[in-house]
């Protein structure tokens, strides 16, 4: 059998380049499936085609959520291991110590962008700290 050509880019090109159509003649659509795409995301680019678009997901919204729930039930991640707060604090701890560099990192970084605050906050935990009575009563 021939290899049919394109309708729409007008090239010959084989089969399995087409779409299966049961009531064409020789059971393929008309444009390959590279212009068949374009063609497709032209009209759906156009605002009639977003109004199509919207109205169908407006005709169809229970149906859509009911294939979203269920196809999310199958290709969903697994959910991860529920861990108490104590194996999730004992975690972080282990990761800090592992990365301590890392953060220091991001320590020095914050105070050079925030210098002038930084040393005032340490100016007053100084007057704080020898002036306890005073800092208490005010």
């Not at 975690?91 to 220091?104: E, V």
């Amino acid at each position: 059998m021939d290899s049919p050509t394109c309708g729409h880019c007008h090239q010959i090109k084989p089969e399995a380049e087409f779409h299966r159509r049961r009531a064409s003649p020789n059971g393929r659509q008309r444009n390959c499936k590279l212009c068949q795409r374009q063609l497709v995301n032209a009209r759906r680019a156009t605002a009639e085609g977003k109004q199509v678009r919207l109205a169908y997901v407006a005709r169809n919204k229970l149906r859509i959520q009911a294939y979203n729930c269920e196809w999310n039930r199958h290709h969903a991640p697994p959910r991860a291991k529920r861990t108490s707060s104590a194996e999730k604090r004992e975690y972080h701890r282990t990761y800090r110590l592992a990365h301590m560099d890392r953060y220091r990192g991001y320590a020095r970084k914050y105070y050079w962008r925030n210098v002038e605050r930084e040393r005032e906050r340490a100016r007053i935990r100084e007057y704080e700290k020898y002036h306890k009575n005073k800092a208490a009563a005010a």
